[in-house]
């Protein structure tokens, strides 16, 4: 079991940056990912890490402006976020998968555990 709790979220103006955490706890997962959701949309991707190698994917939405990283130490999952538009606000999501890196990184089936999320607004 991997228990993961979201933190960071809030308001924003148009170019402005946060830092969302996710703090995991139990055992430890192999790829932890970013998803939000906007309000009559689907759940979507952000970005990924693996756990040992920091190997990592963004979705074309965020890359070049968004930043995940991990920190052993504090089992902590960040999502740097910079040059915020508002069509990125959303509820973020952390979810971390078992079952190692293969081609479905992106897709949210692939993780078995969720954090709450937490909301990001940004304002134009």
């Known amino acids: 079991q991997v228990q993961l709790v979201e933190s960071g979220g809030g308001l924003v103006q148009a170019g402005g940056s946060l830092r969302l955490a996710c703090a995991a706890s139990?055992?430890?997962?192999?790829?932890y990912g970013w998803f939000r959701q906007a309000p009559g949309k689907e759940r979507e991707f952000v970005a990924t890490i693996t756990w040992r190698g920091g190997l990592t994917y963004y979705s074309t939405a965020v890359r070049g402006r968004f930043t995940i990283s991990r920190d052993g130490a504090k089992s902590t999952v960040y999502l740097q976020m910079n040059s915020l538009r508002p069509e990125d606000a959303a509820i973020y999501y952390c979810?971390?998968?078992?079952?190692?890196?293969?081609?479905?990184?992106?897709?949210?089936?692939?993780?078995?555990?969720w954090g709450q999320g937490t909301q990001v607004t940004v304002s134009s």
């Open positions: 979810a971390a998968s078992t079952t190692g890196w293969d081609l479905n990184v992106a897709l949210a089936q692939k993780y078995e555990y």
């Open positions: 139990g055992d430890t997962a192999t790829t």
